[in-house]
Structures are given as C-alpha cells and as structure tokens.
C-alpha cells in the first residue's frame, strides 16, 4: 500500500521531500492505530499537536489528507492547526554574513562550496532543486522544474554567474552531468550540503543559525524585492503558489527591526 502511494505521488510530480514526507505520515499513523477511521484520525491529530510544532503537525496532516483522496475517503480528511504568523522572518543570513562567507571560500580557493553559495543566494533555488542542476542547465541560463500538476517553474541563473560557474568548469574539463558533486564524485545530497554549510559556520565564526540551505532562499527573496519591488514576479521565480506566502517577505527580520528601533526612537 505505502508503495502504490510512493507511487500515485510520484505520477502527481510530486517533490521527492513532499513525497517522503507524505508517505512517513501514513506509516506513522499506521504505527499508532491499526484501523483508519475518524476517531483514530482525530486521536492521532491531538497526539501531534501535544508532541511537534504547528508546522510539522500540519506537513503531517497535509500528507494523511493526501492519502484519504488517493483511497477516496476525502470525507474523513482532517482540519489543518492555525499557524500564528510572526511579524518578523528569523535566522535570514545578512549581506554581510553572506558576502564574508563567500568572499572567504573563494579566497581559500574552496571554488565548488563558493558556487553552492552563490547559486542558493543567486536563484533562490530550493536545495532540493539545486542538487539537480547540472552543467547543461548553466551553459543555457536556467534550468526547469516541472512541480504538482505539471506546473513548470523557470529557475533562471543570472549571466555573471553562469559566466563565472562555466569558466570554473572550464578549468575542471566539465562539459556535462550534474554541477555539484561530492568527494566521490557523484551527486551531492541535500544532507552533505547543510552539514557541510554548519562546518563553514563554525570554521568562519558564522552563527550557524543563519548558515542553512533555505537562509540563503530568504536572502534571494529579501534582495530581490529591494532592488526591484515586484511581488507577483517574486513569487513566480520563488515557485510559490500563492502570493500570500511570499508577503513575508515584505516583513523585515527581527534583527532589521531592532535596528530601526535603536535609531528611530530617541524619546
């Protein structure tokens, strides 16, 4: 059953992190209840929100209401928890930060972990995403993702960097295959990039609350509408599927809000 699901998902175009995360929430209802029905389902909904945070509660919810429409039984579906929304985004790396970090890895010659810094900060491509770039996708200028219902999202890359990446690969005689590797010379994991992202924290006196894959997406997303003030462009490029979820974007962090304050206030 957890196969023909896997299944269902993947011939939806499913994101391969929403698909594992979809498919753990049946198994792990199955290893709470052994029957589904509507009490089992509600029992199991208030053993989430007592143990995890509203947002895994509702990924958690999201996937068992994903599998009650694949079984057609939509009418046992659950309410998702509400979600108090902050008026601040946290743990977005600064242009400062981000600038150090990549200025000191190109400054150590540690060129491949430069461009994955780059090309976070750069496309704003999630790093599910970005580990499917390959070195075609850098000599056209973007890449496409093809997202639920067979939606296409552009990923573009801008010229400097594509211009950048390609001499670099240049001197590496790569012309072809995926664009960030691991020591073994195969894809890199999403994993391998954001432990290997916390080490670079570490090694540069970085807070490592800041350094992780989606930091670097924020950052995308906060220089882009300060330098161009389109929101609905945004969101297409974010690949979000509505344009409320990309209004946070328009809040400033709460490290930004500080600093306003201690200048501002002088009563």
Known sequence: MDNQFDAHLRQNNMAENSIIAYTYAVKNFYEHYSTLNKRNLTLYKTYLMETFKPKTVNLRIIGLNKYLDYIEKSKLKLKQVKIQQKTFLENVISNADYNYLKNRLKKDNNMEWYFVVRFLAATGARVSELIQMKVEHVQMGYFDIYGKGGKLRRIYIPQRLSEECISWLNTKGRQSGFLFLNYKGE???????SRQLKSFAEKYGINPSVIYPHSFRHRFAKNFLEKFNDIALLADL???ESIETTRIYLRRTS??????VNKIITW
Do not use: A, C, K, L
């Open 238 to 240: 974010m690949g979000h």
């Open 187 to 193: 894809r890199i994991t999403t994993r391998g990039i």
């Open 255 to 260: 490290t930004e809000q500080h600093d306003i």
